[in-house]
């Protein structure tokens, strides 16, 4: 059997969609679409039930590519190791939320650069759109909140992080803690709130953990709204209103008295951030590498 064909396939299997698999592939969809039959045709067997959108394998198609996958990805194994022997600079293109990027995946994966990897990185805030371009090959790797499903990717679990209500010194002078427990958000009226979105997505979480409520979702409720949480921190700190804020974010603001945290609940509100990869694609060596160092990295963050 041509192991063009079952390259193919396994792509096709694991992408859902003969137009993902071509451009992983960096082939034409007829051209796969044509390798997909003449592969049914040697079988003697349809692969896959075509949909309007995409495709899902039969019983056959699930059965062969539990059989092929994993010795074709040790067979990428041994090619790339070859290509490392042979000193080959390979690019790591990583996708995630700029914050996140910027104070842990980077710092982590910065040795790298010195053991022949370049780094390329897009602030990808959103992880529909991060997700996108690691389906389509543009990235390789992806860190985000959201766990992706389906057969094309493969997500660990890289780390937890707490969430904190937090204001400058002046602003929490004026809020009560006994009955900010008590009474809830009501004990926040007329202070402003500072966001990432007018749709207040991290006041929102904390909200329904901490208060079991939801805050006013209108957009005048958010009296700042600024696309990234380094400057909803600096906006905090100069006392443009409260905030929900990782801790990692603001712990230094923190630890200095620069802000304050309003409330220490029982149970803090945690947000899981996933390393997601396209299923297989750890058979490549500078890849596997960059994903074991951050989940190493992780443990201590």
């Known amino acids: 059997m041509d ?30 679409t044509s390798q997909i039959r003449t592969l049914e045709r040697q079988l003697g067997r349809p692969l896959f039930h075509r949909r ?3 495709v899902t394998p039969t019983a056959v198609g699930d059965e062969l590519a539990h059989k092929a996958a994993p010795h074709l990805d040790a067979l990428l194994r041994i090619t790339e190791a ?17 914050e996140f990027l910027c104070l842990r995946v980077l710092p982590a994966l910065a040795p790298l650069v010195g053991e022949g990897h370049t780094l390329r990185t897009s602030l990808q805030a959103g992880a529909e759109e991060a997700l996108d371009g690691l389906a389509s090959g543009h990235y390789d790797l992806v860190v985000t ?19 904190v209500l937090v204001a400058a010194p002046y602003w929490a002078a004026l809020v009560d803690p006994d009955r900010l427990r008590d009474k809830g958000p009501s004990a926040l009226d007329g202070i402003p709130l500072v966001e990432v979105h007018e749709t207040l997505p991290l ?18 409720a958010a009296t700042v709204v600024v696309p990234d949480l380094r400057a909803v921190l600096e906006c905090v ?12 974010l603001c712990r230094s ?9 309003l409330l220490e609940p029982p149970v803090p509100p945690l947000r899981t951030w996933f390393l997601v990869v396209r299923t297989g694609s750890l058979a490549l060596a500078h890849l596997a590498r960059a994903h074991d160092r951050l989940l190493r ?5």
């Open 3 to 32: 192991l063009a064909l079952l390259r193919t396939f396994v792509a096709v299997h694991r992408a859902g969609s003969f137009t993902r698999a071509a451009t992983l592939l960096g082939l034409s969809q007829p051209a796969v």
């Open 52 to 54: 309007a959108r995409g």
């Open 82 to 98: 070859e290509r490392e022997n042979a000193g080959a600079l390979r690019t790591l293109r990583v996708a995630g939320p700029p």
């Open 145 to 163: 909140t959201a766990r992706p499903r389906g057969g094309l990717f493969t997500a660990a679990t890289l780390c937890d992080e707490e969430h």
């Open 203 to 220: 006041v929102i979480r904390y909200w329904a953990a901490v208060f079991d409520t939801r805050p006013d979702t209108r957009p005048a």
């Open 237 to 248: 700190r100069a006392g443009a209103g409260i905030a929900v804020l990782p801790r990692y």
């Open 253 to 261: 603001a923190l630890d200095s008295g620069r802000i304050v945290a």
């Open 297 to 301: 990295a992780a443990a201590h963050w």
